[in-house]
């Protein structure tokens, strides 16, 4: 049997890489598909670069994917996985080493990603090839409530004004919401925050008194936040108005 051979991904489609993420991700801790839809959305808002992810291929079959974002001196792994049969053969460590050689062939200097904290064979691969964990990081939902609420909506403008220079991670970054043509601004007398309304409300950035800010979010709809610092003001109040973490990541940086 023939080695297993990398090759950028730039000359997959988008459908051509749906498939192969969802193929690589099956039997996954936490249920995944995408499909071509999807697969733009993640490349165009996430900063995916095509040609410096890579691609694992054994005997003319795809077996493997790992998927970089790039932002000047950042960038982030938007996925890594290979296909049941060829787990366990080192090619998830051979597409980690490919990433970092791109990433540094762009000038980066810091690589981020997320596992997912039951994980511990990807986690324990992540720490071998020198990252560190930075926060753990989870992903809440909130069911919508009626009610009265105080504030109002405001530009993103005097909102982004507000805001103080802090990490987000990549999936709520600037980098990301630039991205966003529906963000929208709120504020209270305590506190102002970014978000979105789409099949769910999507809390991305804030400031101030969260508890405020949440009520009246829930208002317009069920309520989603990904990837919300564990010791976030925000997951007690997310906790006291009946919210609940789906997901938990560690979020890791390697410097290279």
């Known amino acids: 049997m023939a080695d297993v051979e990398l090759q950028p991904a730039s000359d997959l489609s988008d459908e051509d890489v749906a498939a192969l993420f969802t193929a690589s991700y099956e039997g996954y801790l936490v249920p995944f598909a995408v499909d071509a839809a999807a697969v733009r959305s993640l490349t165009e808002t996430c900063d995916l670069d095509r040609a410096a992810s890579v691609i694992a291929v054994r005997d003319g079959e ?17 996925g890594v996985g290979v296909v049941p049969a060829e787990r366990r053969r080192g090619t998830g460590r051979r597409l980690m ?9 762009h000038g980066v200097e810091r690589v981020w990603l997320e596992v997912i904290v039951e994980n511990t064979s990807a986690l324990a691969l992540y720490e071998k090839l020198g990252y560190e964990l930075v ?25 982004k004004a507000q805001l103080p220079e802090r990490h987000e991670p990549w999936q709520r970054a600037d ?4 991205h966003y043509d529906d963000v929208r601004g709120f504020a209270t007398e ?35 936040v990904l990837n919300l610092p564990a010791d976030d003001p925000a997951a007690a109040v997310l906790r006291e108005l009946g919210g609940s973490v789906t997901v938990r990541q560690h979020e890791m940086l390697l410097e290279l």
Do not use: I, K
């Open 62 to 78: 795809r077996v493997g994917l790992a998927n970089l974002g790039l932002r000047g001196r950042e960038a982030w792994v938007g």
């Open 135 to 159: 926060q753990d990081v989870e992903l809440w939902t909130l069911p919508a409530a009626e009610g009265e609420h105080a504030g109002r909506e405001v530009s993103v403008s005097e909102v």
């Open 175 to 178: 980098g990301t919401l630039s």
């Open 190 to 224: 305590t506190g102002a925050m970014l978000f979105c309304v789409r099949s769910s409300v999507q809390l991305q950035q804030y400031t101030g008194e969260p508890a405020p800010l949440l009520r009246a979010l829930r208002t317009f709809g069920d309520l989603y």
């Open 97 to 105: 080493h490919a990433l970092h050689e791109n990433a540094r062939s």
